[in-house]
């Protein structure tokens, strides 16, 4: 897994040689944003299904075609399984938050989404706006510290940015 530790091992022993001081103070810099990043992964886990509740609620009113209740199977299945992935997104970036890298995001939610989507002819802009919701939702002090909230939002903007 991606992680800024082992991006900056590979890249300097890709390149034969080893890690440069611009890659070790990248990496002191991760170290010290480490604090934030597990507060703001402990308070994502502490209110996970209320997020992700709140963003699909968001995604939900916003996207009236997926709230018509009655339309036929595909669109409760739809959405059950929009559900399913806004909660998904918000576990992987609480992954990537205690990493300190966007590995979890990268394996596991990005590679071959956009495919897949395409495929199943699945619209992203849902999950987009369930993402974006939960990134402008965030208050500091109120949910967490200013900088945890800015980790937290950095990780959201990566998502966001990936399925755009």
């Given at each position: 897994?991606?992680?800024?530790?082992?991006t900056?091992?590979?890249?300097?022993?890709?390149?034969?040689?080893?890690?440069?001081?611009?890659?070790?103070?990248?990496?002191q810099g991760s170290?010290?944003?480490?604090?934030?990043?597990?507060?703001?992964?402990?308070?994502?886990?502490?209110?996970?299904?209320?997020?992700?509740?709140?963003?699909?609620?968001?995604c939900?009113s916003?996207?009236?075609?997926l709230?018509n209740?009655?339309?036929?199977?595909?669109t409760?299945t739809?959405?059950a399984?929009?559900?399913r992935?806004?909660?998904?997104?918000?576990?992987?970036?609480?992954?990537?938050?205690?990493?300190?890298?966007?590995?979890?995001?990268?394996?596991?939610?990005i590679?071959?989404?956009?495919?897949?989507?395409?495929?199943l002819?699945?619209?992203?802009?849902?999950?987009?706006?369930?993402?974006?919701?939960?990134?402008?939702?965030?208050?500091?002090p109120?949910?967490?510290?200013a900088?945890?909230?800015?980790?937290y939002?950095?990780?959201?903007d990566?998502?966001?940015?990936?399925?755009?």
């Open positions: 897994m991606k992680s800024v530790v082992t900056v091992i590979a890249a300097a022993d890709a390149a034969g040689r080893f890690p440069s001081s611009s890659d070790l103070e990248s990496v170290i010290q944003r480490s604090a934030a990043r597990l507060e703001a992964a402990e308070k994502l886990a502490a209110n996970l299904d209320a997020v992700a509740k709140e963003a699909y609620d968001a939900i916003k996207y009236s075609y709230n209740a009655g339309e036929a199977n595909s409760d739809f959405k399984k929009c559900a992935d806004i909660k998904h997104y918000l576990r992987l970036i609480q992954y990537s938050l205690v990493v300190g890298g966007t590995g979890p995001l990268d394996e596991w939610g590679a071959g989404q956009r495919e897949v989507y395409r495929a002819s699945l619209p992203t802009a849902p999950y987009v706006e369930a993402l974006s919701y939960a990134r402008n939702r965030g208050c500091a109120r949910d967490m510290s900088q945890a909230l800015t980790e939002n950095a990780l959201l990566y998502a966001i940015n990936s399925l755009s």
